[in-house]
């Protein structure tokens, strides 16, 4: 495994590499304040890895139960490709906290969340990062389907680069992107000039000094005053060559042992009780934390097929005949999936559905086979 920068190199130019690590930083963090808004907490994304491969050779990856979210990615020149977002259904479910005593039930409890979830994270992207693009760039989330990807990825035969990290936070979900080089090839030329590169990192410092971070701390008079100072011997002193600082100069014979030397600011090190344990913040956890969200629910009586002249010819007292039998269920569809079947009912003056039939994902390719 490499880092993503790397793979991204070796399948676009380096230009359209960079135009995607800066977008993947801004999607990443826009899709985590996302989350956070969902979740109660703010996940971070860790342990990031990525390969170039052949879609086939990789279809073996897949062979545990798992989730797999088409990414379908379009612009206004018509172009278009599809990414796969792939987690395992167990840790998804536990993750998510849609677990059910029936497997098959919980795989589709599992689904129908993970669009809702993913369906608010892609929209504030599409609105904070992919909006920036003057192509028109769009992410939209296509069939969540479980089992799918073997044969997803025996299908296609443009190289990926294959993305593995974890997002972590109160619960930790390992995740894979599936990004075919078309698909990275259509996001670089859309977000160019649409997002700015990441700055340049420090130029390396050698000795010590290279693994210390730069920080900053605003201290208050009296956590100074209430601070202990351990003593530390000062480091030897760079030579110049050249111009340049150096700490390979002859350096003087060592002096002779002598007395501890007086604390100044150049030899200090403050050090500070132990912070209070942090109060508890109420996070929210389970299938409460989306209680919240919408969901788009909608009832379909049926459908039929129409020709352009049959359209043109309808008006006030036509008759459209559907595909479906008189007093036979509807189907009850949230966020355009097939959950349930139920009955019309009237409620008051208004219109019902009273549920007769949860469906399962897999009964109806069963019953149509």
């Known amino acids: 495994m490499s880092e993503p920068q790397e793979v991204l190199s070796q399948l676009l130019s380096p230009a359209q590499a960079e135009t995607l690590d800066a977008t993947g930083r801004e999607a990443w963090a ?10 109660g907490a ?5 342990e990031a890895a990525a390969s170039l491969v052949m879609p086939d050779e990789i279809a073996g990856r897949f062979s545990e139960p798992h989730i797999a979210v088409p990414l379908e990615l379009s612009t206004d020149q018509d172009q278009s490709a599809t990414a796969y977002l792939v987690v395992p259904t167990a840790i998804g479910a536990m993750y998510l906290d849609s677990q059910a005593d029936n497997p098959e039930d919980e795989e589709q409890q599992t689904i129908v969340i993970a669009s809702t979830v993913l369906g608010q994270v892609v929209q504030a992207m599409n609105t904070q990062v992919f909006g920036k693009s003057s192509a028109g760039i769009v992410v939209a989330i296509d069939d969540v389907s479980a089992n799918s990807m073997p044969e997803t990825l025996k299908a296609m035969d443009d190289p990926c680069m294959l993305l593995t990290g974890t997002v972590g936070g109160a619960k930790v979900l390992p995740v894979s992107l599936v990004l075919p080089g078309t698909f990275l090839d259509i996001m670089a030329t859309a977000m160019a000039g649409a997002v700015s590169a990441p700055a340049a990192a420090a130029p390396a410092v050698a000795g010590p000094a290279a693994a210390a971070p730069a920080f900053s701390l605003d201290l208050t008079q009296d956590e100074l005053e209430s601070a202990e100072f351990l003593e530390e011997e000062p480091e030897p002193a760079l030579a110049t060559i050249g111009g340049a600082r150096s700490n390979s100069a ?4 060592p002096a002779p042992p002598r007395g501890p030397t007086p604390i100044g600011p150049a030899a200090s090190r403050a050090r500070f009780a132990p912070l209070p344990e942090p109060e508890p913040t109420g996070i929210r956890s389970g299938i409460d934390l989306l209680a919240g969200l919408q969901m788009n629910v909608s009832v379909e009586l049926g459908r039929t097929e129409l020709t352009v002249s049959e359209v043109l010819g309808l008006g006030p007292g036509s008759v459209i005949e559907l595909d479906r039998l008189a007093g036979e269920p509807v189907d009850i569809l949230v966020n355009d999936r097939l959950i349930a079947r139920g009955e019309v009912v009237v409620v008051d003056e208004n219109f019902g559905v009273r549920v007769v039939e949860v469906v399962r994902r897999g009964h109806e390719e069963e019953r149509s086979a």
Do not use: H
């Open 30 to 39: 826009s899709a985590a304040a996302a989350l956070q808004a969902v979740q």
């Open 42 to 46: 703010a996940p971070a994304f860790s």
């Open 250 to 253: 002859p350096q003087p014979p």
